[in-house]
């Protein structure tokens, strides 16, 4: 297994939960790190990328409540939820890529499944 998500539950609205993805050292040292997501229903949309060296990305809906983080020693990215709203809910993927000259190396690990709701 290259990747591997853990952390979904169920939680209610206003929680917190922590995802965290365990990536092979070959994959994770060059990687950029992304959690995607998907809800019943919808595309899989992104929501959050690390760089190697540390810069990130959040999409819009997530700004002030997500956080993203890396640890470049033990290969693992953490996803900090907080403030979760009920349109959270969906399954969280975990996502490393690198470029190889115009070549896309994307490596995804099975979803993990967060529900928000009282």
């Known amino acids: 297994v290259q990747l591997e998500a853990y952390g979904g539950g169920l939680v209610q609205p206003g929680g917190s939960l922590r995802l965290s993805c365990a990536a092979s050292r070959s994959i994770f040292s060059g990687s950029t790190m992304a959690w995607h997501r998907q809800a019943p229903g919808k595309q899989r949309e992104l929501v959050a990328t690390?760089?190697?060296?540390?810069?990130?990305y959040y999409t819009d809906s997530v700004k002030g409540r997500f956080t993203i983080s890396r640890d470049n020693a033990k290969s693992t990215v953490t996803l900090q939820m907080n403030s979760l709203k009920p349109e959270d809910t969906a399954v969280y993927y975990c996502?490393?890529?690198?470029?190889?000259?115009?070549?896309?190396?994307?490596?995804w690990g099975r979803g993990t499944l967060v529900t928000v709701s009282s």
């Open positions: 690390i760089t190697r060296t540390g810069p990130t």
């Open positions: 996502n490393a890529y690198f470029w190889s000259g115009i070549k896309k190396n994307d490596y």
